[in-house]
T-cell receptor
């Protein structure tokens, strides 16, 4: 089966611009979560969406936002880009039971964002 | 959530067994221990999860002593392709290290396998 697909793979933006990243989860997975990975801070949780609703949120400024569509595809947006936003952005999808039990996270290969 | 401590890096040679130990002194009763592997420019990949004693799958073994304050990931006969960063996660019941998407990754252990 197809894995988690993230587009684009690489992106170069200028400070002050905004950017939108896309994530297509594994078919049937309704949970999509986003992470930022930098050499200094490691992997940090941004937010999670489930059935089009943001269910969980990490400690990032409001410039970072996301949404999820009815087909479970998700986008994240970063506005007013800063140099420090340069990172690998990863999304993960998971299948969840009605009880909330999780059947495992599958990550995409990420989008490498460079802000210049 | 319990904090984890792992060695920053380890070196090994092809064909050797590698053991990576993770300390988690404040592990809670309902916490599970989960390990992920990450190659450069890829997302983490689930390796193994356990609660106590020993768990083995086709990739690795996980040893957890009775007090559960530490765990050891064992990779048998490593190859060059096992060069990666390995993360130990503790918490959140059996939800593979996190529920509602929130996996708490530490710094991980960078394993370098040499020929």
């Amino acid at each position: 089966k197809a894995g988690v697909t993230q587009t684009p793979r690489y992106l170069i933006k200028t400070r002050g611009q905004q950017v939108t990243l896309s994530c297509s989860p594994i078919s049937g997975h309704r949970s999509v979560s986003w992470y930022q990975q930098t050499p200094g801070q490691g992997l940090q949780f941004l937010f999670e969406y489930f059935s089009e609703t943001q269910r969980n949120k990490g400690n990032f400024p409001g410039r970072f936002s996301g949404r999820q569509f009815s087909n479970s595809r998700s986008e994240m947006n970063v506005s007013t880009l800063e140099l420090g936003d340069s990172a690998l952005y990863l999304c993960a999808s998971s299948l969840e039971a009605p009880t909330g039990e999780n059947y495992g996270y599958t990550f995409g290969s990420g989008t490498r964002l460079t802000v210049v | 959530l319990a904090k984890t401590t792992q060695p920053i890096s380890m070196d090994s040679y092809e064909g050797q067994e590698v053991n990576i130990t993770c300390s988690h002194n404040n592990i809670a009763t309902n916490d599970y221990i989960t390990w992920y592997q990450q190659f450069p420019s890829q997302g983490p990949r689930f390796i193994i999860q356990g609660y106590k004693t020993k768990v083995t799958n086709e990739v690795a073994s996980l040893f957890i002593p009775a007090d559960r304050k530490s765990s050891t990931l064992s990779l048998p006969r490593v190859s060059l392709s096992d060069t990666a960063v390995y993360y130990c996660l503790v918490g959140d019941g059996g939800n593979y290290g996190g529920s509602q998407g929130n996996l708490i990754f530490g710094k991980g252990t960078k394993l370098s396998v040499k020929p």
